[in-house]
């Protein structure tokens, strides 16, 4: 059992249909601790940042526009970033997210439960969850800056892991 922490973002679909509450509560429920939160306005340079595993494939565009919040009409959209810490908290997360298409996701996960795939064949899964701690630490550092987590576990400019910031 490795202490870990790992990124999650709340995506606009989720937002919009008000489900931000619900999903906080199957991460507190599953026991793991909230280390940062913050509202960010994705840029697309963040956006393409964030996915860049998935530069040329074919969903990439639309997936850019969907995490930017240009499917679900929000003024002013933002999206909820979150780092969560516990015992393996990345395959833990990624547990209670579910398979990335919601339609063949455990219905009891979020995704399964209350993803869709719209008629255009556009993926809406709710949230992101970083998919192993090597990609947890890279998310976590291009969300976050060190003063914003409660207790910074990975090595990151300027951050002292073993002091707390006030
Ligand atoms: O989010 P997750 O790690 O489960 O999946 P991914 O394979 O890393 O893909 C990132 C995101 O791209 C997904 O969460 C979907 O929003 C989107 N995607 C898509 O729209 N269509 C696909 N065929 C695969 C992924
Ligand atoms: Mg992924």
Request: glycine fraction near 8%; charge should be neutral; hydrophobic fraction near 40%.
């Amino acid at each position: 059992m490795a202490r870990e922490q790992t990124l999650i973002l709340i995506k606009p679909d989720a937002a919009r249909r008000r489900l931000t509450g619900l999903i906080i509560d199957r991460f507190d429920a599953a026991g793991l601790t909230l280390a940062g939160a913050k509202m960010v306005s994705v840029t697309e340079e963040l956006a393409r940042e964030h996915y860049a595993e998935h530069a040329g494939k074919h969903f990439y565009e639309g997936l850019i526009r969907y995490i930017r919040g240009e499917f679900h009409a929000i003024p002013d959209c933002r999206v909820l970033a979150l780092v969560y810490e516990g015992e393996n908290a990345v395959e833990a997360a990624r547990r209670i997210a579910g398979a990335t298409n919601p339609e063949k996701a455990d219905p009891a996960t979020l995704r399964g439960s209350f993803g869709r795939v719209t008629t255009t064949g556009q993926i809406e899964n709710l949230l992101h969850a970083s998919d192993s701690p090597v990609s947890a630490e890279r998310e976590i550092k291009l969300w976050f800056s060190p003063h914003e987590i409660i207790r910074p576990l990975y090595a990151v400019k300027g951050s002292d892991p073993a002091k707390s910031p006030e």
